[in-house]
């Protein structure tokens, strides 16, 4: 392994980055006459490899090397775009060689998002595959003499059918680079049957990289003479510059240059702790053009809502409802980061992005050269989720660099991105639903209010009468695709609503769903995902069990979360299951690695997570306050893949949306409370705890205020005690500390002040014992 | 000063408040301990300093003295670690970037306890953010490793 990507390297990572490999006729494309020669620098060798469409080149030296097109985030593309290129080819796969490609329209659509990448390059690969091969085959068969159905291929090598003669592919460069690129229409692909490299499990191409610390991110570019730059950016949504001194940024030592952009003032430095300091000790004054906060916005959605239709006469009972999403983050682990040297009117880029085509031409437009004076090469991304379809990193990158004349690695830190992302937009759902008198579904009616930028989905079942509406209601907030996009709230919306529909039938919400649709691939994915899970079957005290299933990037899903709900209102999510059909796994273990990734992504951000706005500010400003789940908090998981047919789907966003309506079906089932609002942090979960303390009489218990903005006062009295020592705990609702402390009761009360500045918003429960009995009651931080 | 990182000795002339971070990746050209949060959040520049998981991002240079830094370059010389090898056995990473800290903060539990339990586990590791969601392979990987 690590010979392999030693050679990998020496040929296409950045020691050579600045020089490329020379092509001597000119770009290729699949249907010109002769394949391209490409001679590549090595050291003091040469080497010489024929590339017979964009996507693939075999080089003297019997490397096949493969060229990535789409962006690898993490969902495994490098890897899954190899393997059915090596499948046709019938490369030995210790041989492939992945690189990515830049940023050229020669190469097609190169933005990755909407799960598309599979969908769009299945064929177009496995026909680039198979057409190499043939002019393989072909080229043995000349220098053999014999017939070309006497030769057949296998790892990398053609073979005489009934005789000892072998030519491994290098070999057979010289003689292919002669022959005519086979026209597309004239491949035969292989048979399913016949596949060797698909459907089964390849491990991440670069996990042996990754795991030495050599895989290189866009924030890991590193080249003789770099500079480091940061940003400072107006903290106010809308705001703008008023005036800055740089005069003691200038002071720091390392610091080489302050420079204005349309984006906020940056600072260039000899490396990124200079940088950092020399930002901090900008003086700048913001001018702030709005100073609305988070609950200006709900107001002015709710007040849009209005009159919804009636439903349908026939209709016996119905639900009314408002379910409520917030603004997301991405927060990627990697904060935004790109590489740009501006020199002689060109620029070169290198950067993790999701549209290296987009960022070529925002490049070439913010600095007034054109598309061919830039170069974007892309690198390994460190989580992209949707945000680096904004190239705005990219472009400051480049700004800065001309500003300067360094090369320059600009970077944003956790906050920055944090404060400055496209977020998941936020939005309110408004739904009325019934049902007959036969527990049919009768109609159901959903109006979305937002900032524009979310429009229902309908329910994936047979439901009649369905109605959509959206109003919108702007403030500026910038929004962009977030993993699954709109997906993420009207699933939840969707399949919340089904679960309670299913309530007011009185029936089971599994055999509801499996009954109100004809589609076999769905009926299939619940079906499964009941049996796998038990479903029906007694689960202990305070558990409950959600299910709910999505239909989209030409896949199904199938999800039942169970929970845990103690008396304390401490929420356990128990284990998850997942059944997919994604048509045809390629990679059957990154399928299942994307689905559990996505779980535990809409689990946290079901829980905990949320982007606040006041007076015109965002809030969140790190891990601290915008949370993602950890170890010990995530479930076992038991997902299970169902192949159905000869095209395989996108996976990177299908094992989201469905999951955070499972939990909170999952919630209700456990609990009776019914989550309308996410984070589920919101919500306390407390029911059973409440009622055996009124009964008992015992306490009064009462925080004030509540909600709290960063401390509030506490009050505890107990008519009996026994011991005058209490133990107070603060608990999240996943049970994690956020404080503990003991005090002393003065008679029988206790009063005190408790500060909690930088927690996040949500529910929180004061757990307090005097040793014997224990208490819990729910507070809310603002 | 004179650090000594994966056993070699690296003399520099920095800011002695510079956080070891960006010593590592701006000054030495170690890039492997990555940059996360800066705030000590996500542990994704996790390095061992004695053999204890420490984060780069917090601990300006000045405190380091003759302590010994490992960082995820020098844990082998061949990615031959129990764990660098399980990782790559059973498929742990998605975009990678937070799991050179996660191996060394794995790298410091087994130290201490060859033999962990699952909850030795959980606890050691649940300071450290994968925002893939790879936790259930991350612990199956340091059980594999655990094993050899």
């Not at chain 1, 059957?588 to 006041?614: H, R, W, Y």
């Not at chain 1, 009124?694 to 205020?705: G, L, M, Q, T």
């Amino acid at each position: 392994m690590n010979e392999k990507n030693n050679i990998s390297r020496r040929r296409f990572i950045f020691g050579s980055a600045l020089t490329f490999a020379g092509i001597v006729s000119g770009f290729t494309s699949s249907d010109k006459a002769l394949a391209e020669l490409i001679i590549t620098g090595d050291g003091d060798n040469k080497i010489m490899s024929f590339a017979p469409s964009v996507w693939v080149e075999i080089t003297k030296d019997n490397q096949v090397i493969i060229t990535i097109a789409r962006s690898e985030l993490g969902q495994g593309v490098r890897t899954s775009f190899s393997m059915i290129v090596a499948e046709e080819l019938d490369a030995d796969w210790d041989l492939v060689r992945v690189r990515n490609a830049e940023g050229d329209s020669k190469y097609g659509n190169q933005s990755t998002g909407g799960s598309t990448s599979i969908r769009t390059f299945w064929q177009p690969l496995r026909i680039a595959g198979a057409q190499a091969k043939k002019m393989l085959i072909s080229a043995a068969s000349l220098i053999w003499g014999i017939p070309e159905s006497n030769c057949y291929s296998e790892k990398s090598f053609v073979y005489e059918k009934n005789g000892n003669r072998k030519l491994s592919y290098g070999e057979l460069v010289d003689k292919a680079l002669t022959l005519p690129v086979p026209p597309a229409n004239s491949i035969t692909l292989k048979k399913f049957t016949e596949f060797k490299i698909l459907g089964k499990t390849k491990w991440n191409y670069d996990e042996p990289d990754i795991v030495q610390g050599k895989a290189k991110y866009g924030s890991d570019f590193r080249i003789e003479g770099i500079k480091y730059a940061v940003i400072l950016r107006c903290p106010y949504i809308s705001g703008s510059l008023q005036s800055f001194d740089d005069k003691d940024a200038l002071k720091v030592k390392g610091v080489l240059g302050v420079y204005q952009l349309s984006e906020g003032i940056a600072v260039v430095a000899e490396n990124s702790f200079a940088a950092l300091e020399g930002r901090n000790a900008l003086k700048v004054t913001w001018k702030k053009n709005s100073d609305f906060s988070s609950e200006d916005i709900r107001k002015e959605w709710i007040d849009r809502i209005g009159t919804l239709p009636n439903l349908p006469a026939n209709t016996s009972k119905f639900i009314e409802g408002i379910y409520e999403v917030p603004f997301l983050a991405h927060t990627t682990m990697e904060p935004m980061s790109a590489f740009a040297k501006f020199s002689d009117g060109k620029c070169e880029i290198w950067a993790g992005t999701q549209n290296p085509q987009t960022a070529r031409t925002g490049v070439a437009n913010a600095l007034g050269i054109s598309n061919a004076n830039v170069r974007v090469n892309v690198m390994l991304s460190g989580g992209g989720f949707g945000r680096r379809h904004d190239n705005d990193y990219i472009i400051m990158a480049a700004k800065i660099s001309k500003a300067s004349g360094y090369p320059v690695l600009f970077f944003y830190t956790k906050e920055d991105d944090i404060k400055n992302d496209d977020y998941r937009p936020a939005s309110i759902h408004v739904v009325k639903a019934g049902i007959t008198i036969d527990g049919k579904p009768s109609g159901w009616i959903q109006k979305v209010i937002s900032q524009g930028d979310v429009s229902p989905n309908n329910p994936i079942y047979d439901i009649p009468n369905i109605t959509n509406q959206t109003a919108s209601r702007s403030f500026g907030i910038r929004t962009g695709p977030w993993r699954s996009v709109d997906y993420t709230q009207n699933i939840f919306v969707n399949e919340s609503l089904m679960d309670e529909l299913a309530h007011l039938a009185g029936k089971d919400p599994y055999l509801f769903r499996f009954e109100l649709t004809k589609d076999t691939r769905l009926k299939n994915v619940l079906k499964l995902v009941a049996e796998k899970s038990n479903w029906g079957s007694n689960l202990p005290k305070g558990w409950g069990r959600g299910i709910a299933a999505f239909v989209g990037y030409g896949a199904y899903i199938a999800h039942v979360v169970e929970v845990s709900v103690s008396e304390e209102g401490k929420l356990k999510i128990q284990k998850a299951y997942a059944v997919v059909d994604p048509g045809f796994a390629i990679n059957p273990g990154n399928v299942k690695n994307q689905i559990m990734g996505a779980a535990i992504d809409a689990f946290s951000t079901a829980l905990n997570t949320e982007i606040t706005i006041k007076n015109g500010e965002i809030q969140q400003s790190g891990f601290n306050n915008f949370r993602w789940l950890t170890m010990e908090d995530v479930p076992d998981f038991d997902i299970d893949i169902i192949n159905t047919s000869e095209t395989p789907s996108g996976m990177g966003e299908v094992g989201f949306p469905s999951v955070t309506p499972a939990l909170c079906n999952a919630i209700f089932n456990a609990t009776g409370i019914r989550i309308r609002k996410l984070p589920i942090a919101y919500t306390s979960l407390i029911s059973n705890v409440e009622k055996k303390t009124s009964i008992d009489n015992n306490v009064e218990f009462e925080a004030i205020p509540i909600p709290f903005e960063s401390s509030f006062k506490l009050f505890i009295k107990l008519k009996r005690w026994n011991q005058s020592k209490l133990s107070i705990t603060i608990i999240d609702l996943l049970g994690k500390k956020i404080l503990e402390t003991a005090i002393e009761l003065s008679g029988s009360r206790y009063y005190g002040e408790f500060n909690l500045p930088s927690v996040a918003s949500g529910t929180y429960y004061v757990l307090f014992s005097d040793g014997i009995d224990s208490y819990s009651y729910p507070i809310m931080k603002k | 000063m004179i650090l000594n990182i994966n056993n070699q000795d690296y003399d520099i002339n920095v800011d002695p408040d510079m956080p070891l971070l960006w010593v590592l990746r701006d000054i030495l050209g170690l890039t492997g301990t990555k940059y996360g949060c800066g705030i000590g959040f996500c542990k994704s520049c996790t390095v061992l300093i004695d053999g204890n998981a420490e984060q780069s991002c917090l601990i300006p240079v000045r405190f380091i003295g003759t302590k010994k830094i490992t960082t995820i370059e020098g844990l082998s010389d061949d990615g031959s670690h129990p764990l660098q090898k399980a990782w790559v056995e059973i498929g742990v990473s998605q975009c990678g970037y937070c799991q050179p800290g996660q191996i060394m903060t794995a790298a410091a539990l087994l130290k201490k306890k060859p033999k962990p339990t699952i909850e030795d586990i959980n606890s050691e590791m649940s300071d450290n953010i994968c925002r893939c969601g790879t936790y259930n392979k991350i612990r199956d990987a340091i059980i594999l490793a655990s094993k050899e």
